[in-house]
């Protein structure tokens, strides 16, 4: 079983056709629900599920963590009569969970808002099938790799709308906020969640993220019984463990993996965190324990469904967990997804422009004085009064150019340039040129301003991101959790004035203002912030070897979209500017994914 992860599971309509084809399941299919005629309906392998049927047909099922339990949940569907009522009294529940909504033969389904659970669908033997995992689906219905996307894959950034794409030809997305429609009509999309449109004072919008956070973390205690969680020293990863610790059901494992990086200075924080949070237990590793990067990677346990640099640390970040695991944990909690939903982004100040200039221009000078920015570049993005799709249209022409600096003006434009490494091939360019392209011919931004655009997309990498860790996680047999990346804590988040929670003279003012009180002054006024620079080029250098010898062998190259010989000299040159800034974990994570499906 699952436990409490994610787990799989795919939707069939009421057909006979279903039946063969879910049939190729059972091997591996631990639980079926069924429709009224008996055909088989959802089936997989999944946990923390609570479903109902009512008097006129309808039924719902909610997969993932909630607290919702079934006497609430049939006493809310009691009385309802039509299915999209069904979809908006959903859409107002806690927890973060996938929805399936059926009445006479219509299915609607989806998974989050943020992104963090997804769908997809793909068509076989003439009706529509969907499934959460888009690996599951391609199983299914036999779908072969798309090469062209993979390309896509190898850029540092891949831009909106493509993100999205499953690596699979035939296989589709659901896109974060949209529910899929199928079974007795067409096939078809529709929106179900929109970002807030009311703002709030921060005072105001910071009581409801704790409320928010704390109903979040509390619904995952009280299913798993037994949790442990991360205590990086980071303000997130506190904040969840001083929310879990008070409904633990005795000392939380506390767990912390120290730097070797002798600037990084979160082993003091999380020491001051754990001694200050009532019912910690801190576990805090020895260095020797902790994995270089990029070491194990050909040791990523089980499939994921897109090829993402997380999966890269896996040894890295499971590190312990089997000590918790054997300790009775069942749920590990993390602070993943705090930057990408209490980071608000600095194009809101762009947006501010023609409403509150002087507010906007403070800001601006602020973060063009903290990156060291020139006025030109700084002015050049900013009167940039092209479309979305011009832009788009416009980056294909450059994806091989120089890399823009980090932390670019391009922050306050619609996105990042995108970039492809060096060793990617020119048939690699001409189709990621050409997918560019015809996605620029009808792309829209994610949202109506460049700020919103911006924040939608920062917001849905990051859980693509967490996503894949979490498939990992659960192979390992301890699952992940992460609160933050709740649709309900990310609407309190995006419900504060873009002013008061984008900000560069504070780092997340809308968190520190929220757990007053609940986690150390101390951390509140930190100023500095962990990375691992100096792990990674240690890594790099100690593992170059070991990285060479998967280029000999590469699949990337035997499908033509590296140069092998190329990626050897530059792996075997690990201070080359070329690979610490030229994209190298993009090309491992595809190269590792290939290995894996």
């Known amino acids: 079983m699952t436990g409490h992860g994610e787990g799989w599971f795919a939707l069939f309509p009421d057909c006979e056709a279903a039946l063969a084809v879910a049939s190729r ?139 999205d794409v499953p690596l699979w030809r035939g296989v589709h997305p659901v896109v974060p906020g949209e529910l899929l429609r199928f079974g007795r009509t067409p096939t078809r999309t529709a929106r179900w969640w929109e970002p807030p449109r009311t703002h709030v004072p921060l005072a105001e919008g910071a009581e409801a993220l704790r409320r928010a956070l704390d109903q979040a973390v509390r619904t995952r205690v009280e299913a798993a019984g037994t949790v442990s969680a991360d205590l990086s020293g980071g303000l997130d990863s506190t904040t969840v463990c001083a929310l879990a610790a008070p409904v633990s059901a005795g000392p939380l494992p506390a767990l912390t993996m120290p730097s070797r990086d002798p600037g990084d200075d979160d082993v003091r924080w999380a020491r001051l965190a754990a001694a200050e949070i009532d019912g910690l237990d801190h576990v805090l590793l020895d260095i020797d324990e902790i994995p270089l990067f990029y070491s194990g990677l050909l040791d990523v346990r089980g499939p994921v469904d897109e090829p993402l640099p997380t999966i890269l640390d896996q040894p890295r970040q499971l590190v312990g967990h089997d000590a918790l695991l054997a300790g009775g944990s069942r749920l590990h909690l993390t602070g993943m997804g705090g930057d990408h939903v209490l980071w608000g982004h600095p194009a809101h100040h762009r947006d501010l422009l023609t409403s509150r200039p002087l507010t906007a221009l403070r800001s601006i000078r602020g973060y063009r004085a903290q990156n060291r920015w020139s006025m030109r ?4 993005v900013l009167t940039d009064r092209r479309p979305y799709g011009q832009w788009l249209a416009d980056a294909a022409d450059e994806i091989t150019a120089p890399r823009p600096a980090p932390h670019s003006p391009d922050v306050f434009g619609w996105d990042i340039p995108p970039r492809l490494p060096g060793w990617a091939t020119p048939d690699a360019a001409a189709s990621v040129r050409r997918s560019l392209r015809e996605a620029a011919r009808t792309a829209e931004p994610r949202g109506a301003t460049r700020a919103l655009h911006n924040e939608l997309h920062t917001l849905h990498h990051g859980t693509r991101a967490t996503r894949i860790l979490h498939q990992v996680a659960e192979h390992s047999g301890l699952p992940l959790a992460s609160p933050f990346l709740d649709d309900a804590v990310v609407e309190a988040c995006w419900s504060v004035r873009s002013e008061e929670r984008a900000t560069p003279w504070e780092f997340k003012p809308l968190l520190k203002t929220a757990m007053r009180g609940r986690v150390p002054d101390a951390l509140l006024r930190r100023t500095t912030k962990g990375e691992a620079s100096a792990d990674a080029a240690n890594g790099l250098r100690g593992n170059r070897g070991r990285i060479a010898d998967l280029w000999r062998d590469s699949h990337l190259a035997t499908a033509g979209l590296v140069d092998a010989e190329r990626l050897v000299d530059i792996t075997l040159r690990p201070s080359s500017p070329e690979l610490r800034h030229g994209g190298l974990d993009a090309t491992l994570a595809c190269e590792i994914w290939l290995r894996t499906i």
């Open 25 to 163: 399941l059972e091997p591996r299919a631990a639980r079926t629900l069924t429709h009224p005629s008996g055909n088989p309906f959802i089936v997989g392998d999944w946990a923390g599920s609570v479903h109902a049927r009512n008097s006129h047909g309808l039924f719902v099922a909610l997969l993932g963590h909630t607290p919702v339990g079934a006497a609430e949940l049939e006493s809310h569907l009691a009385g309802v009569r039509e299915i999209e009522a069904l979809d908006r009294l959903t859409a107002r529940l806690p927890g973060n969970f996938h929805v399936v909504v059926e009445a006479h033969g219509e299915i609607h389904a989806r998974g989050t808002a943020a992104g963090l659970r997804r769908l997809f669908h793909a068509t076989t033997d003439g009706f529509t099938v969907a499934a959460n995992r888009a690996d599951v689906l391609a199983r299914i219905v036999d779908a072969p790799v798309d090469e062209d996307v993979l390309a896509l894959r190898l850029l540092d950034f891949v831009p909106h709308p493509l993100g």
């Open 377 to 380: 570049e700084t002015l050049s």
